[in-house]
């Protein structure tokens, strides 16, 4: 299975009455890429999903697949996979006859619908269990079966609406290396909607942050990470530090790093940073870091693979720090104090 195709979302829009749920939506994925809708619940990604899907008729604006506009067609015409939350599996039918029907609506042939149902059950590693019912299968088995039902009739594009969401912790982290795995078996198209970072950050090519009906930022796992262009992003996506920019120019170690020089002056200074817990250093010296604060420590929680530690700067901004494994240390208890510090190059200047 290689079918792919690119597709385009041109300034649209959705309104419900006075409500609107997309503005000027607009978004190119490429053939054979990964796209993430991530977003807070009613922010316009499951929207977008079925606006390309045809469930949702669009206000304004255009749809376009492989540069062909689907704004105007029935959702069985524009040749697209959907793999669902809730599975959406026929219970009255076995494993077979639901993967096989997509197929039997678009009059394939017995033997070319007995071969790809084998394909498919095959990809997806329950060939075994054709004959059996859903209520049969444990929720993973029907995650599986529901994807292996949208993509056998090898659709260009494939939607998934935060098709992991019902399962639990450990059978979602396995599914997504499943669904990767898929994705480069197929190499079709996919867009991906969930309100879940983690899903989104291990998953994507690129994700997309949304926010009140547009995209907020776009770009790859890691630099929507590294480098969020703003606050709703950096507070969005993990956990981060903010930063008053002013208590850097104000009796902390580091004063002098954002004043005016030759080519910043008459400009206007950042006023907020963002700084990941994993990026503070515990325990640096004045010499070993820009940025120093003088803290206490307010709570330390082990968290198995980390320990995170709450902290008060003297100047009496709240600071979260995360460090690898467990700290055997008597200095970083509760009410402890602790220097910490973060380089500026570990910082990113939000625009608000």
Do not use: W
């Not at 079925?50 to 015409?77: C, H, Q, R, T, Y």
């Not at 394909?119 to 993973?140: I, Y």
């Not at 920019?245 to 004043?259: C, E, N, P, S, T």
């Not at 693979?305 to 709450?310: D, K, V």
């Amino acid at each position: 299975m290689t079918n792919r195709a690119a597709v385009r979302f041109s300034d649209v829009s959705k309104q419900y009455g006075s409500t609107t749920v997309l503005s000027d939506f607009n978004l190119d994925v490429k053939a054979g890429e990964f796209v993430t809708l991530l977003g807070p619940s009613g922010s316009g990604k499951t929207t977008a999903l079925n606006a390309l899907a045809g469930f949702v008729e669009i206000s304004s604006g255009d749809i376009a697949i492989d540069d062909k506009s689907v704004a105007k067609l029935a959702p069985e015409e524009r040749g697209i996979g959907m793999v669902f939350q809730g599975y959406s599996l026929f219970p009255h039918m076995n494993v077979f006859d639901n993967v096989a029907f997509p197929l039997k609506l678009r009059k394939y042939s017995r033997s070319e619908i007995a071969r790809r149902v084998e394909d498919a059950l095959g990809m997806v590693r329950l060939s075994d269990f054709a004959g059996r019912m859903p209520k049969e299968l444990s929720g993973g088995q029907r995650q599986r079966v529901a994807f292996a039902r949208a993509v056998v009739f090898e659709p260009p594009v494939l939607l998934m609406d935060e098709p992991l969401s019902a399962l639990d912790l450990k059978l979602r982290e396995a599914m997504r290396l499943e669904i990767k795995r898929y994705h480069s078996q197929l190499g079709c198209t996919i867009l991906f909607v969930t309100h879940d970072q983690g899903e989104a950050l291990a998953m994507s090519d690129r994700i997309a942050v949304m926010g009140n009906g547009k995209i907020v930022q776009i770009d790859t796992p890691r630099n929507i990470y590294d480098r969020p262009n703003n606050r709703y992003v950096a507070e969005f996506i993990g956990q981060t530090n903010f930063i008053d920019a002013a208590l850097l120019r104000h009796g902390v170690r580091g004063a002098g790093l954002l004043q005016p020089s030759d080519e910043t002056a008459g400009k206007e200074l950042p006023q907020l940073l963002s700084v990941r817990p994993e990026r503070l250093r515990l325990g640096v010296t004045a010499e070993q870091a820009d940025v120093v604060f003088d803290c206490e420590i307010d709570q330390v929680l082990f968290l198995g693979e980390s320990t995170e530690l709450s902290l008060t700067a003297a100047t009496g901004q709240p600071l979260v720090a995360r460090t690898a494994g467990a700290i055997n240390d008597q200095h970083t208890e509760r009410g402890s104090k602790l220097k910490v510090g973060f380089d500026m190059s570990d910082a990113v200047v939000l625009s608000n």
